[in-house]
């Protein structure tokens, strides 16, 4: 076998031969070295008298000694030309070793993004937020846009950050692309991005309930147009069965609205407005006293998944049936966007031409008596 221009020879164990190259000059075969060490071996070891005292063993012969030190360090690949075992050593891999390079730099693996966000939110020294000592936001957070350092005292700021700023790489990002957008629109802004920023909406959908759409299709149409507090009452007295757990659903996106969006606080912060008398798009009057109060825009189903169950039969036979399971999803929104968009359409009515049933234009190829 040749290895790396080295040829080896492989011998079998010494259990087996003690045929080993290169011999003693002294030595004629394996089979003459082989009685050899066997008499050595009889010879130190004879059978002794009680009377006879212990002599001292008698010296190896010097093919033995060198024998028995070759069976100590015997290795299958042996070269031909040295008596001594040679190691077998492969070529190094040249992508292993550019590997192993690599990880001597950088023992450290790079830190993902989000270990980055958990960084920036907690306030590591490196990329402080907050600062260790005092435990205050520093300036670059956008909690300090939204309220001033004053106004949270009191309050855990880590706990505040997590929640009101979750991912500040992803929020700056976002921030920039807003700001790339303007820049090249001058300053142009659509009809909806206008809506989004002068007025709240929240859209919130329910678990799934094991009902059908069937049953839940009246109940949804029955919350449109209506103030959440009505819908609520509504629900209250239904004898729908699914109308209790519509009920606690409406109450918990009340809640949502106003925790996050902060609809319905004109009534505390003295933003009510003055009160108006419009008119809704099923031609109805309606009368806003409060222009943040919250009403139902839109409501709807969703279907789920199906369940199973069997229904047992006669004869040892049964029915397998799928339960369904509905969600309900409601959209929130404030009385003044219903006062806009009754301006809105009054306006159109206000703007549209008048129908002339009699054309003013001069006759032309009018015979002038009858035909019949």
Do not use: C
């Amino acid at each position: 076998m040749a290895v790396n221009g080295t040829t080896y020879t492989r011998l079998r164990p010494p259990s087996t031969s003690l045929l080993l190259r290169p011999f003693p000059s002294s030595v004629k075969s394996s089979t003459h070295l082989r009685n050899r060490y066997i008499s050595f071996q009889s010879s130190r070891s004879p059978k002794k008298d009680q009377n006879q005292k212990a002599e001292k063993p008698t010296e190896r012969p010097q093919e033995v000694q060198n024998l028995r030190g070759r069976l100590k360090k015997w290795n299958p690949l042996r070269s031909p030309d040295d008596g001594h075992a040679k190691k077998y050593t492969p070529e190094k891999n040249p992508i292993m070793q550019r590997y192993n390079k690599k990880q001597t730099k950088s023992k450290q693996h790079p830190k993902t993004r989000q270990e980055q966000d958990l960084e920036e939110r907690f306030g590591e020294p490196s990329n402080p937020r907050l600062n260790s000592s005092s435990g205050t936001l520093q300036p670059d957070s956008i909690i300090n846009q939204v309220a001033p350092p004053s106004a949270l005292k009191g309050y855990n700021s880590e706990r505040r950050a997590q929640f009101l700023d979750p991912r500040p790489h992803a929020r700056r990002r976002w921030q920039r692309k807003m700001v790339i957008r303007e820049v090249r629109r001058a300053g142009w802004m659509s009809k909806a991005e206008i809506l989004k920023r002068t007025e709240r909406a929240l859209t919130v959908r329910s678990e799934f309930f094991k009902t059908s759409m069937k049953k839940l299709n009246p109940l949804a149409n029955q919350l449109k147009g209506k103030s959440i507090e009505d819908a609520i009452t509504q629900m209250d007295f239904s004898k729908k069965k699914p109308a209790m757990a519509v009920k606690a659903h409406l109450e918990e996106a009340r809640d949502r609205a106003v925790a996050r969006r902060g609809m319905g606080l004109g009534k505390v912060e003295g933003t009510k407005g003055e009160p108006a008398r419009i008119r809704l798009r099923d031609g109805k009057k309606h009368l806003v006293e409060d222009r943040t109060g919250i009403y139902i825009d839109q409501a709807w189903t969703g279907k789920g998944k199906y369940g199973q169950a069997v229904n047992p039969r006669a004869k040892g036979r049964m029915d397998l049936l799928r339960l369904p399971q509905t969600s309900i999803s409601v959209l929130l929104k404030e009385e003044k966007t219903r006062i806009r968009e009754h301006e809105e359409r009054y306006q159109k009515w206000r703007n549209r031409k008048m129908w002339n049933p009699l054309p003013d234009r001069p006759l032309v190829g009018q015979r002038q008596y009858y035909s019949w």
